[in-house]
Structure formats: C-alpha cells, structure tokens
C-alpha cells in the first residue's frame, strides 16, 4: 500500500485508477478526432484542446471515485463494476454538461461528449477484463511473516482470507508466548537465523502479533529484520492500515499516544475546514432551499405537529449543541422523554419520513448547524447525551470521538452500514477513531465524494 496525505491507497487500485485517466483522456481526444472527420474539421495539435480533455477525464474520474469504482465489490466483480461505471460516466457527463454553461471553453462539445463517453465504458470495462485476474493476483500482493501463532495471528489469517486481501502470509512463527491457535506455525526454536529465514521467504513485512509482549519481545531479531531493509509493525498499526479502522480489540493507550495522527487541530487544516464549510452550506442552502420547502409541506401535510424538529445532540468536546431535521417520525415518537434506538423499518417512522430519510432529504435542514459552526460536513455523527453516558461506560475510548467536531456525513456513515446497538456503535467508533487519527483535507474529500454512494444506494438508511 502507498500512504498519501496519511491515507493508505492499495498498489492496485492506485494502478488501476492511473490507467483508468489515461484511457478516459485518451477516449475524449479519440472521440474529438472522430467527430472532427465526420464534419470536415481540420485536428489541430493537442495543446490547443488540452483543457477539454483534462476536463473531461477529470470528471470522470471523480465521479467513479464517488460512485464506489474502486471499491473491493467493483474489483471483485465485473457485473457489480460495470453497473458502476454506466452510473459514474452518466454523473460525469451531467456535471460536463451543467459545466458547459459556464465554461464552454473548457469542456468538449455534445457530439463529442456522447462518442468519448461510449468509448471511454468499452475502455474502461475492457481494461478490467484483462486486468481482472491480475489485480487480485499474487503479483499484487504483499508477502508477510506474522510473530506469533495465538488468537492475535488468527486475526491476520482471517484478513488473509477475506476476499479481496492485499496480502499473502509465508509464515507464521510460535514464539512461545502463550496458547498456539495456528498449527500450521513453525517454532521459533526450529529457525537458527530468523532474519535470514524472512529474507528467504520473499517477505517484505514483518507483523508481531504476540498474546504477551512483556519481556517476549524479540528485540534482536526485530533489529536484524528492520536492517534487511523488511519493514516491521506492531498488530494494532497493521489492521488499522488494512481495514480503515482502528481495532478496539487490540488498541492499547500507548499506541494511541505515540503512533502518527490526531493532528486534526492543526491550525492551517482546521482554517481550509471550516471556510470549506461555509462556502459549500451557504451554496447548499440556497440550491435545496425549495427542496426543503417542499419537504416541510410534505410533512404538514401528513401529520400534524412541527415540520421541522430540534434535538440536542453532544459535539465537539463533549459540548451540547442543538440540531435541526425534518421530521420523520410522529410527534409521539418518544412520549416518555426517554432516548430510543431507531429500528428497522421502525413503527414510528411516517410514510413521508420514510421517503424523507431515504433521500436523505431530512438531513438538509443540517447545513444550518454547519454554517453556524456546530457541525462540519465531515466528521463523526453526533449522538443524543442518554446514549453517550451509556456507551463511554460500554466502549473505551468512545469519548475520544468527540475530540473532532461531528459532521453530517463521516468515515464511519459510509463504510458502515446504519446500526442501532452497543455492538454497531463499537464498529462505528473504530471508523470514527481512524478518521480522528488520520484527519486531512484529503479524507474528507473523499468522504465527501463517497457519499455520492450512499445517497445512490441508500443501504443503511433509517
């Protein structure tokens, strides 16, 4: 994997999407060429028509980004990637098209359009069936040898299993430091010179997985590995890396406190943040002002009782701030003032609401915290004060979340389905935790641009 701005990217997806804007340029001048004969036009040099190009792939390629083309489903799949292309490439040539309006010297014209977006899809799904194989294939994928062989190396092996890993273990190692759950394991015993052993198996990492490392570190051999030019982790920074989250199974406070991360404070960061959020709510809400509009009426309409409703929910520092949503629910929801996990497909929920939450349309109404600076669009969801106090006496480090300002959308909303338990709130807090950790402008954009999914496929809405 290729960390970029403290986000891990796996080889083949950054491959992948390299070659994949290569052939999207290479199909917007294809279909300029093809439309140019077809009128009698003279082709001129590249240069003159660079910015359409560009404009074209780039397009494109954030679109793919959005809709979830590189996601382990879409590597994995060809019927399940060439749904998602069809979609991304039709967003992408809305928002050129929308984009001609404004700057019509920066994108290509109709015709040309619609002949690079039909070979830019033949292009595109043509390179995913050569590279098909190959991008799951063994090439790809990291070599490793795991210390130890209790519950903690089980962990990796079941990742090793997992459809779509990145990696292939060579070798686990009993390190005699308590129960051997993979029998498999070779004894450390049996291996005169361990760092000669892991140079011999091809691996390129080293993970330590031990049950108990008090006095069972192996400090010399780590030392010999680390100087053959293999790189060596700890379980903890390893499954972070490998599941965009941090495992609350393994995590201890000290690696919490010395490992890279938690800089979301930063003044340069915290500043492009928040004039990020200004900007995009006051345009948010003027562009969806008649849609919400149109919710509230909808919702008066229905049932009696307020169109829009007022909670409390904990943000930043724990602090209590006041959100505001179109209602969903019946006004009785919660008759006895007590905080109640929502369900699936929840009695409470109206028949409008239903549609409301669906869309995403109840959310709306939010870009008003945001532009008041209580919330950001990207951060972790925040939680009504009853199921906080419940959850930091259930989870460690669940108040850690709100170290970071909460937001409408999150690490955790896209990448985990909605739940409505101690044990959803356990894996969502992982998600939350990373995000903490591994805060950039980077990853919010690309939250951002993931949401797209989720609105298109609203899986986990309640």
Known sequence: MIRLFKHYIPYPVLLLGILDFLLLVASAEAGWILRAQQIGMDVAV??????????????????MIGVGVYGPESLQSLRFATARLLVAISLGVIFLS?????????????????YAMVLAFFALLSLRI???SM??????KRRLVVLGAGKRADRVRQLEQRRG???????????????????????????????DFVVRMAASEVILALEERRNSIPMSDLLRIKTTGVHVNDLSTFLERETGRIDLDTVNPSWLIFSDGFSAGQRLSGVAKRLFDIVASVILLVLTAPIILLGAIAVKLESKGPAFYRQSRVGLFGQEFQII?????RTDAEAGG???????????????????RKLRIDELPQTWVVLKGDMSFVGPRPERRQFVDDLVQHLRYYAERHMVKPGITGWAQINYPYGASIEDSRNKLEYDLYYAKNYSPFLDLLILLQTIRVIIWPEGAR
């Open 46 to 63: 590249i240069y003159d028509r660079l910015g359409p190009l560009l404009s074209f792939g780039v397009s494109l390629q954030v679109a």
């Open 98 to 114: 929308v984009m001609h309006f404004v700057t019509p010297q920066l994108t290509l014209w109709r015709s040309n359009s619609l």
């Open 130 to 132: 050569m590279l098909g």
């Open 135 to 140: 991008l799951g294939g063994e090439a790809f």
């Open 165 to 195: 890993s990145g990696f292939l273990v060579v070798g686990y190692i009993q390190m005699n430091d308590g129960e051997q759950v993979i029998e498999e394991a070779i004894n450390r015993g049996a291996i005169f010179n361990l760092s």
């Open 325 to 329: 949503k179109l209602r969903s629910m």
């Open 338 to 356: 007590k905080a109640v996990w929502a369900e699936k497909d929840d009695p409470r929920i109206t028949r409008v609401g239903r549609w409301l």
